[in-house]
């Protein structure tokens, strides 16, 4: 028996990074089931429309207001029909099923969200490396510079650099030079490994490497302005402590030295 979701509501689908593999299974199927179907074609992999049935109607989301959006979704479920929203990475991040999500209820519709991969995940995976790193970082912080977006005064990039732990920079990378004077300007020093990725997951994917000193003069130089991550702290590095879990001499709950 198929999954049946509920048409009431709308369903808000993490899309992943851009490998059309990288969705989730609930989210395969509610794409497999789904009648209409609104996606941000800026960012998604359009290829995950594949699996959706040939009559459904798909809209991409990139020249519609708010207001236009909500109406097709409005409009999908007073019909009966399955309606799927389709937004990049995880909808938890940088995401915008509140608005989304207060205009449905305005109408008295409700939604449910299906995470996804979130492209800081997919980053990591496709360069085979942690954030977290014994003795070098134990936290990542994910965050953004200041754009048309404000940042909370207590939440700059510089303030965040004074930590120097791992860092996952988001929707920044066309200000590529601000946040290296930021980061610096915090405390990171100039040999810190940074890694520029772009469309990580996808075929095009394209990762630059070099250090605060250098990656700014790189990423222009790559010609990358949008859709990337800048990742940035010694995890990159080659320093490396092995952790205690698989220590022949360190006993846990499972395992006598
Ligand atoms: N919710 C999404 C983020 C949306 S904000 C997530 O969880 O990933 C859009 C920003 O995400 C982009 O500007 C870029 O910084 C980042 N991004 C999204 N997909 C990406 C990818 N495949 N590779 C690198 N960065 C990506």
């Known amino acids: 028996m198929p999954e049946r979701f509920d048409t009431q509501k709308v369903w ?8 059309k593999s990288l969705i989730t299974l609930k989210g395969y199927r509610l ?24 009559d459904a109607q798909c809209h991409d989301s990139a020249g519609l207001t708010l207001e236009q959006i909500t109406q097709l979704m409005l409009a999908g ?20 099923i509140r608005e989304q999500g207060e205009v449905l209820s305005q109408h008295g519709v409700g939604f449910v969200s299906v995470p996804g991969v979130s492209s800081f ?10 954030y977290t790193v014994p003795e070098i970082a134990q936290s990542l912080i994910i ?16 303030a965040f650099a004074r930590h120097q732990t791992s860092m996952a920079i988001f929707l920044s990378v066309q200000n590529i030079s601000g946040v290296v004077s930021q980061l610096f ?4 020093p100039l040999d810190t490994p940074v890694a520029v990725v772009y469309k990580a997951t996808w075929p095009d994917s394209q990762t630059v490497r070099g250090t605060l000193a250098d990656i700014s003069e790189k990423v222009t130089h790559a010609g990358i302005g949008k859709t990337a991550l800048i990742l940035v702290g010694a995890f990159l590095g080659d320093q490396f402590h092995y952790s205690k879990l698989y220590d022949a001499d360190f006993s846990h ?5």
Not at 12 to 19: E, H, W, Y
Not at 77 to 84: Q, Y
């Open 12 to 19: 808000f689908v993490g899309a992943g990074p851009g490998d």
């Open 31 to 54: 794409l497999q089931q789904a009648q209409v179907v609104i996606y941000a074609g800026s960012l998604i992999n359009t290829e995950l429309l594949e699996y959706c049935p040939a």
């Open 77 to 96: 479920v007073n019909d009966g029909k399955l309606v799927v929203r389709l937004q990049t990475g995880d909808l938890s991040l940088y995401g915008s």
């Open 121 to 130: 995940l997919g980053a990591a995976a496709q360069l085979g490396v942690e």
């Open 143 to 158: 965050t953004r510079i200041e754009g048309r977006t404000p940042m909370p005064p207590k939440e700059t990039l510089q």
């Open 185 to 188: 300007a915090g405390g990171y």
């Open 253 to 257: 709950e499972y395992r006598q030295a």
